[in-house]
Nanobody
Framework: EVQLQASGGGLVQPGASLRLSCAASGDTINDYTIGWFRQAPGKEREGVSFLRKGDRTTVNADEVKGRFTISRDSAKNSVYLQMNGLQPDDTAVYFC????????????????????WGQGTLVTVSS
């Protein structure tokens, strides 16, 4: 069983960058499909970026394409979400999650497919 610890959130101005970290313990993060989700105030949680285990396919939501990048550092047993060009609409609590299965791409967006969740880290984008 893997435990996930998300960190790296904060208050930034529009246009700034942040890198979120999702540190795993108890198991090897390489053995999981990792997803970053976010929940904005008053909205439902939504998928942002995914890294599928095995072939390491990455998928991003349309809203963040070209701005957000998901990556993995096996040596540090961590997954990262590099966020550039942040906008107020990116304000949310960000969660990382791990799935044991190598889901097809269309299934990566389904929260119920993830077996383990970290606590959230708050990202606030405001001038």
């Amino acid at each position: 069983e893997v435990q996930l610890q998300a960190s790296g959130g904060g208050l930034v101005q529009p246009g700034a960058s942040l890198r979120l970290s999702c540190a795993a313990s108890g198991d090897t993060i390489n053995d999981y499909t990792i997803g970053w989700f976010r929940q904005a105030p008053g909205k439902e949680r939504e998928g942002v970026s995914f890294l599928r285990k095995g072939d390491r396919t990455t998928v991003n939501a349309d809203e963040v394409k070209g701005r957000f990048t998901i990556s993995r550092d096996s040596a540090k047993n961590s997954v990262y979400l590099q966020m550039n060009g942040l906008q107020p609409d990116d304000t949310a609590v960000y969660f990382c999650a791990a799935a044991k299965r190598r889901w097809i791409i269309s299934a990566l967006w389904v929260e119920a497919h993830y077996d383990y969740w970290g606590q959230g880290t708050l990202v606030t984008v405001s001038s």
